[in-house]
């Protein structure tokens, strides 16, 4: 739904027999929150917005003691298709404000809007899909997570090894119902390990349908009696979970990757320069870091068209480059804040007129002593993560450096 007016909001609810709207917004680590408000609240909710004791929410705690608001964005509603058709409930993502309406520094959705908005400035668009993995555990008697993993199967796997797949089923045509579309799902490589793909769509839209995602993907399988787990790292000697992250830049209908390869390779070269500045903000827990080199999760500073263990793939087909995709986050990130930096180092990048190093083709594995000692690699604790970002130029001679500074300051305090 798209461009709906506060009045399309009431009469929507009052016409789906709707009695229950939550307000959502996600904590520093991506994990969403909300307040459910009655039908007869929705208008004030849009003009005042509804308060909430922020001092309790990761990343909300206000030095200043000011009130903050939620306010809900119209173009996010969507129905819950797993909550009672009678009485219905609907959802809406909202945006953090003061009592006097100005956005809170810290609501990292509206960063996002604002950078999202320098793209604009400098004439561009650019759009993102995800590849998402989690597992998938049993749980006790009472209802409780195991650590046994819900099947044994492998990569691509089918029933009876893959025990996943009518799960996987229930959450794509749950997404769908939501306007969400998935491109596939499989068994994944750990055992008990899935991974569904998103179609790509703008960024705020990727970023809300990830939280979107991950909220349907923990209520599908607690209904089918198993837990579901995003964690980087959910058994010590498996693939980890990652979160592939696929980014275009686009000037109208025009994908910019062949069409200005210069623009795009700078943008690209943006991030890679600024990979070890804003890791923090792409793997928030200190599990992040034990997935990294582990199986083909990224430890090098490198790019590839064709390796999948590389930092950055930029395929090629027939000669021609539609996309990058970034291989190093997890899903355990607030998608807002993520994106929002990956897209202010290619910002940083396209200004300076940056060059992209030459790609590294060679599987990590086979990397010579010689060969990897020259290569930079990503943080490899959330220690040194810190340290990157405290003491970056690029963050902290930017204009979010104050975001930035807060994030940092609450994450070191959570460790």
């Given at each position: ?36 408000i009655m039908p007869q609240e929705l208008k004030q909710a849009f003009e005042e917005g509804v308060n909430f004791d922020s001092f309790l929410i990761l990343g909300y705690e206000d030095v200043n003691s000011q009130d903050l608001f ?245 395929p090629e087909i027939n000669g021609k480059r539609n996309h990058f995709i970034l291989r190093s986050p997890d899903s355990c990130i607030n998608p807002y804040l993520a994106s929002a930096m990956v897209i202010q180092a290619g910002l ?68």
């Amino acid at each position: 739904m798209s461009q709906l007016s506060v009045d399309d909001i009431i009469n929507f609810a009052n016409e789906n027999d709707v009695k229950f709207i939550r307000l959502a917004f996600c904590d520093l680590y991506g994990t969403q929150k909300n307040i459910s408000i009655m039908p007869q609240e929705l208008k004030q909710a849009f003009e005042e917005g509804v308060n909430f004791d922020s001092f309790l929410i990761l990343g909300y705690e206000d030095v200043n003691s000011q009130d903050l608001f939620l306010k809900p964005d119209p173009d996010t509603l969507h129905i819950l298709p797993w909550r009672p058709q009678s009485g219905r409930v609907i959802r809406m993502y909202c945006n953090v404000v003061l009592a006097d309406g100005t956005p809170f520094i810290s609501d990292y959705r509206n960063f996002l809007k604002e950078t999202l908005k320098e793209c604009q400035d400098m004439g561009f668009t650019t759009r993102m899909g995800l590849k998402s993995e989690f597992y998938l555990f049993k749980t006790d008697e009472e209802g409780n997570p195991t650590k046994e993993p819900f099947d044994n199967g492998g990569y691509l796997d089918v029933a009876p090894n893959d025990k996943g797949e009518n799960i996987r089923r229930e959450i794509c045509l749950t997404l769908e119902e939501m306007g969400i579309t998935p491109q596939s799902s499989h068994h994944e490589r750990g055992p008990g390990q899935n991974e569904i793909d998103f179609t790509a769509a703008d960024v705020l839209t990727t970023a809300d349908n990830l939280v979107t995602y991950k909220n349907v993907v923990e209520n599908i399988a607690a209904r089918n009696g198993v837990w579901a787990s995003f964690d980087p790292l959910p058994i010590a000697d498996a693939p980890g979970n990652g979160l592939h992250i696929k980014m275009a830049n686009f000037r109208g209908n025009v994908n910019l990757f062949n069409e200005e390869r210069e623009f795009s390779e700078s943008f690209m070269a943006g991030i890679l320069n600024r990979m070890r500045d804003i890791t923090l903000f792409l793997n928030c827990r200190k599990d992040s870091y034990s997935r990294f080199s582990m199986f083909e999760a990224p430890k090098y500073i490198t790019w590839s068209s064709q390796n999948n263990s590389r930092l950055f793939r930029v395929p090629e087909i027939n000669g021609k480059r539609n996309h990058f995709i970034l291989r190093s986050p997890d899903s355990c990130i607030n998608p807002y804040l993520a994106s929002a930096m990956v897209i202010q180092a290619g910002l940083a990048g396209v200004r300076n007129k940056e060059q992209l190093p030459p790609a590294l083709e060679v599987n990590s594995r086979f990397l010579t002593f010689d060969e990897s000692s020259d290569l930079q690699t990503l943080p490899l604790t959330i220690e040194e993560a810190i340290d990157c970002a405290q003491k970056s130029d690029f963050i902290n001679n930017s204009k979010f450096a104050d975001i930035a500074k807060r994030y940092i300051e609450t994450i070191k305090a959570s460790i």
